[in-house]
Each structure stands twice: as structure tokens, then as C-alpha cells.
């Protein structure tokens, strides 16, 4: 999916600037290029927009932040994505990752845990001209999506003190969950590849996210900061 972008030019050049500063760390082309085309100060709070191209989280409200570009590069990096993939992200913010998937993906479920995110995302992604993404609500203390299983790829933008079991149910075989996992002060990036031999777990980085809400993750709330990823 490549949208035409009405950004100021030289938000532009700011944008190319910033994929080619993702360079050498990330090598997978692919993913560069997607981020080349998903206009971020769409989904950016008005305020932040002169830094939208910042290789750094922002905040976006509500206790949250939008990802740091070169972490949503090496998540999605990771994450093995193809061009046939259905996608699941688990905690869609403002949608700026869940646009990047859209272009890199067949199709895009968003979840998101604050009913006023779950808004700005889909009006973010309407705006930058994502209309095929759906974004739901969190239900309960139920983690993902399952009404939507199986997906092929689960990527989670926040914290969990371990890789939850029932997000692994709702991929498919050979599918692969992309999840932070530690404390909720500093945690390692990890690849969940569902094989016919059970679960295979591939450490990828040290990460610093904001905490995972359910069941099987973090039980409580508590503030973000701009330092998170």
C-alpha cells in the first residue's frame, strides 16, 4: 500500500533524512522503505510535529508515547514480515506503527487498551489515508485479538514479564509474536516462533517499553515517560 503524501516538503526531506540515519542498524529494505512512505507527523500530537522525524518516542496523551522510529524498524525488522501477512498489533497508540504494516502487510488489526487512543488512531489512520486498518478497543483483561485469530505475525508495543501464552494461541503455525519482555523498568525484545515443536524464543535487543495490561502481563497502570520506546 503506498498513500500518497500531502506532508510539507519539508517534512519530507526530514522523513528521508531519518530512514537513511536508520542505516546500517537496520538492513531489512523493506521495512526502510515502508517508513519512508507513513507520513509520522500525522500521528503526532500538534504540538510535537516539528519533531516528528526526531529518532525518539514522543508523548501522545493519555500516559502514552509513540515509539521510537529505529525501535518500530528493528520490531518490525524482527517480526519477518511478507506481503501475504495478516497482522495483529497490540497497542495501536496513535497508529503511526500500525500504518507502517499497512504498508508492508495484507492486512492490519489494531488493539488498543485507552477508548481515547483507540479514536485518534482510527481518525490518524483515516487521515493519512489508512483506511483498511481496523482498530478495536481491549476487552477486558483478554490480550489481543482473538475474535480476529489467527494472524500471522503479533506484534506488541508494550511490556510484559513474559511471553503470554494466549497471544501464541492466536497465531498461525509458523507465525511469529514480537514482544518485550522484563520488569517494567528495562526488558529485552523477543521473537515467539510457533513451530511444530513447540514455542522457539529468539533474544533480539534490550528494550525499554511501557507495561502490558491483562491477565497475563501487568496488573496496574502506571505513567510513561518520554524515555520509553
Known amino acids: 500500500m503506498n498513500v500518497p503524501s500531502s506532508a510539507d516538503p519539508d517534512l519530507s526531506a526530514q522523513r528521508a533524512a531519518l530512514v537513511q540515519s536508520l542505516r546500517p542498524d537496520i538492513t531489512d529494505e523493506r521495512v526502510l522503505a515502508a517508513m519512508g512512505r507513513v507520513p509520522r507527523e500525522r500521528f503526532v500530537l500538534p504540538e510535537a510535529r516539528e519533531h516528528a522525524y526526531a529518532d525518539r518516542p514522543l508523548p501522545i496523551g493519555y500516559g502514552q508515547t509513540i ?52 479514536l485518534m488512531a482510527h481518525e490518524n489512520l483515516v487521515d493519512a489515508g489508512y483506511k483498511g486498518v481496523e482498530v478495536y478497543a481491549a476487552q477486558g483483561d483478554e490480550l489481543g485479538w482473538a475474535a480476529g485469530a489467527p494472524y500471522d505475525v503479533i506484534v506488541v508495543a508494550a511490556a510484559s514479564p513474559r511471553v503470554p501464552m494466549s497471544l501464541v494461541d492466536q497465531l498461525t503455525p509458523g507465525g511469529r509474536l514480537v514482544i518485550p519482555v522484563g520488569d517494567r523498568e528495562k526488558q529485552d525484545l523477543m521473537r515467539a516462533e510457533k513451530r511444530p515443536e513447540g514455542v522457539v524464543l529468539t533474544r533480539l535487543m534490550s528494550c525499554r517499553f511501557v ?10 497502570v502506571v505513567s510513561a515517560d518520554s524515555n520509553y520506546s
Open 67 to 118: 515509539s521510537q522510529p529505529r525501535m518500530v524498524a528493528l520490531t518490525l525488522a524482527a517480526a519477518l514480515t511478507r506481503d501475504t501477512d495478516r497482522v495483529l498489533e497490540v497497542g495501536t497508540g496513535s497508529g503511526y506503527q500500525a500504518a507502517v504494516l499497512a504498508e508492508l502487510c495484507r492486512e492490519v488489526v489494531g488493539v488498543e487498551l485507552v477508548p481515547e487512543l483507540v
Open 211 to 220: 507495561p502490558l495490561i491483562g491477565a497475563e502481563a501487568f496488573h496496574k
